[in-house]
C-alpha cells in the first residue's frame, strides 16, 4: 500500500484531497503500528526478571526491530520531504505534511539513543514548531491533532511536562 501511496505522493504531492491524506497517513501508521507496539511490548517483558535469561534474545530481536522501525519511519519522511514540502505547499496541506514529518521523527526517538535521540529530537520539534505556525483556524482538526502530538513529543519524548501541559492549555 505505502508503495502505491508514493506514487501519488509523486504525482499530486500536496494537492490530494483530504480523504487522500487521510488514507495516506493511516496507511503509514498501519505500517510502522505493529513495530512501536513491538518495541513497547519487548521493554515491558525486559524489566520482568523471570525473562533474564532471555535477555540477550531479546536484546537483539528488539534492536531489529527498531531498526525496520526507524528505517520506515525515515522512508516516509524522506517520501514527504522531496514529493511533497519540496514542491508547492502551504496552507492546511503543508500544516498536515510538516506536522506528519514530526510525527515519524518523534516515532523515531522513542527508541533512539545517543546521538540519534539528540538528531530525532531536533528534527522533531523543528517540525512541530513549523507546523505551528502555519495559520489555520483554532478547532481545526489538523491544528488540534498538531497540538496534541506536539504535547505528547514533550511530555514523552523531551519530558518536559510543563511545556506539555502549557501547550494543551494554550490549545484548549
Same mark, same amino acid.
Not at 490530494?16 to 503509514?28: H, I, M, P, Q, Y
Given at each position: 500500500?505505502?508503495?502505491? *501511496?508514493?506514487? +501519488?505522493?509523486?504525482?499530486?504531492?500536496?494537492?490530494? @484531497?483530504?480523504?487522500?491524506?487521510? /488514507? $495516506?497517513?493511516?496507511?503509514?501508521?498501519? &505500517?510502522?503500528?505493529?513495530?512501536?507496539?513491538? #518495541?513497547?511490548?519487548?521493554? %515491558?517483558?525486559?524489566?520482568?526478571?523471570?525473562?533474564?535469561?532471555? !535477555?540477550?534474545?531479546?536484546?537483539?530481536?528488539?534492536?531489529?526491530?527498531?531498526?525496520? $522501525?526507524?528505517?520506515? #519511519?525515515?522512508?516516509? +519522511?524522506?517520501?514527504?520531504?522531496?514529493? +511533497?514540502?519540496?514542491?508547492?505547499?502551504?496552507?492546511?496541506?503543508?500544516?498536515?505534511?510538516?506536522?506528519?514529518?514530526?510525527?515519524?521523527?518523534?516515532?523515531?526517538?522513542? =527508541?533512539?539513543?545517543?546521538?540519534? $535521540?539528540?538528531? %530525532?529530537? !531536533? =528534527? %522533531?520539534?523543528?517540525?512541530? =514548531?513549523? %507546523?505551528?505556525?502555519? @495559520?489555520?483556524?483554532? #478547532?481545526?482538526?489538523?491544528? &488540534?491533532? /498538531?497540538? *496534541?502530538?506536539? !504535547?505528547?513529543?514533550?511530555?514523552?519524548?523531551?519530558? =518536559?511536562?510543563?511545556?506539555? #501541559?502549557? $501547550?494543551?492549555?494554550?490549545?484548549?
Amino acid at each position: 500500500m505505502v508503495d502505491q *501511496l508514493e506514487k +501519488v505522493m509523486q504525482e499530486k504531492g500536496a494537492d490530494v @484531497t483530504s480523504d487522500e491524506r487521510n /488514507l $495516506l497517513s493511516v496507511a503509514f501508521k498501519n &505500517l510502522i503500528s505493529s513495530k512501536r507496539s513491538a #518495541c513497547r511490548t519487548i521493554a %515491558a517483558i525486559e524489566q520482568n526478571p523471570k525473562y533474564a535469561k532471555f !535477555s540477550d534474545a531479546l536484546t537483539q530481536y528488539k534492536a531489529s526491530i527498531e531498526q525496520k $522501525l526507524r528505517n520506515d #519511519c525515515q522512508r516516509i +519522511v524522506d517520501m514527504i520531504n522531496v514529493h +511533497v514540502l519540496k514542491k508547492s505547499c502551504d496552507g492546511e496541506p503543508k500544516a498536515f505534511f510538516v506536522k506528519m514529518v514530526g510525527d515519524y521523527y518523534r516515532y523515531i526517538a522513542e =527508541n533512539a539513543k545517543g546521538a540519534d $535521540l539528540e538528531a %530525532a529530537k !531536533s =528534527n %522533531a520539534l523543528e517540525s512541530y =514548531n513549523m %507546523a505551528n505556525q502555519i @495559520t489555520l483556524p483554532p #478547532c481545526n482538526p489538523i491544528k &488540534l491533532g /498538531l497540538a *496534541l502530538n506536539f !504535547s505528547v513529543f514533550h511530555y514523552e519524548v523531551m519530558k =518536559n511536562h510543563k511545556a506539555a #501541559c502549557d $501547550l494543551a492549555d494554550q490549545s484548549l
